[in-house]
């Protein structure tokens, strides 16, 4: 089964769905549903999504965010 995250507005179709499987993960783009899909290993899901939830990813934006403001 497919999932889209809940954070996902109705009308926006920028969005990954994730099927969890019993061997992994698969993530594919929600507006090409018969394209190429992600597999991953389910510990390195769980990594990604921990550091996701641990702001880990955070400075990029924070940057890109600084920059745009300065320049």
Do not use: Y
Not at 47 to 57: G, K, L, P, Y
């Amino acid at each position: 089964m497919w999932k889209k995250s809940t954070r996902s507005a109705a009308s926006n179709n920028d969005c990954v769905e994730v099927s969890v499987l019993e061997t992994g993960v698969l993530v594919r783009d929600s507006k090409n549903k018969s394209g190429p899909m992600l597999q991953f290993h389910t510990q390195s899901w769980i990594a990604f999504i921990e550091a996701v939830r641990d702001s880990q990813f955070d400075h990029d934006l924070k940057r890109r965010q600084m920059r745009e403001t300065a320049g």
